[in-house]
């Protein structure tokens, strides 16, 4: 089976995507606009496969169209360039919901002593059951770079090859091993000291939520490492380094590494 299915990965990659489809790409994916000739015919053979292999469906009313689709999957496509991917192989429905929605989230009492349920606001969620949410709304206004250092997209499916080695953990799938103890060192070093400036009320040099846990810092760091390179590099240059090496790209080297977003910056 795995034979067949590389065959036929091989030629959807060939194929990319219809014409029609690539003018919506490079209409809403900032970053797609970013990427070398090469970089982006890459992508567009990956977003065709993820196109194909991913359910799409839409709650709260929303119709799904291809524009949606094809959107979301080159996005995706981002994160797999220069290196063998299992194309999210736990990910199977991307579930879209017309803008910000809210979902029961567990909440400690510490007075009392329990845990009830709480509606709490959401652009997006991911999990390891095979699933994978977002809002649109906030979803194509960040890819156009509306929010300095924020992609929901990246973000969520930062979490779904965080989950290929079976635990949302902040530890994605590298081999060798050698070179996943090197990597989870360096991240663990970077994640404890990014903690203690949070704390502190320092800079950071990322948003705060990666705080959270490994997990979250490794889907916050990587949404900075692609949208703002730069400035990762400059703020925190051992965790590009990093991230540059998992990913096998170099993002602050790209002619146009990033949009003019003015005078903001991405802070704890």
Known sequence: MGFFRERRRE?????????????????NVGLFRRLSQDDQRELLGHARILLEEKHFEGAAGLEVTEEMRVTICALAAVLLLHRRTAYFAKLVSVILYPGMYLADEPIQDPLAGIVYEGP????????????LVVSWEDALAQAGGTIPGRNVVLHEFVH?????????????????SAALRAWTA??????????????RGWEAGLDGYGATNPAEFFAVSS?????????????????????????????????????????????A
């Open 11 to 27: 030629r959807l990659r060939r194929q990319g995507l219809s014409e029609k489809d690539q003018e919506a790409v490079r209409r």
């Open 120 to 131: 709490e606001e959401r652009l997006g969620e991911s999990w390891r059951q095979g699933a």
């Open 160 to 176: 779904q090859l965080d989950a290929e080695n079976g635990a949302m953990d902040g530890v994605p799938l590298i081999l060798p």
């Open 186 to 199: 360096e991240m663990e070093r970077e994640y404890e000291e990014f903690r203690g400036a949070v704390s």
């Open 223 to 267: 949404e900075a490492f692609f949208e703002l390179p730069v400035r990762l590099r400059e703020s925190r240059p051992r965790l590009y380094d990093a991230l540059a090496a998992y990913y096998r790209q170099d993002p602050a080297t790209w002619p146009e590494a990033e949009p003019a977003y003015g005078t903001s910056t991405v802070t």
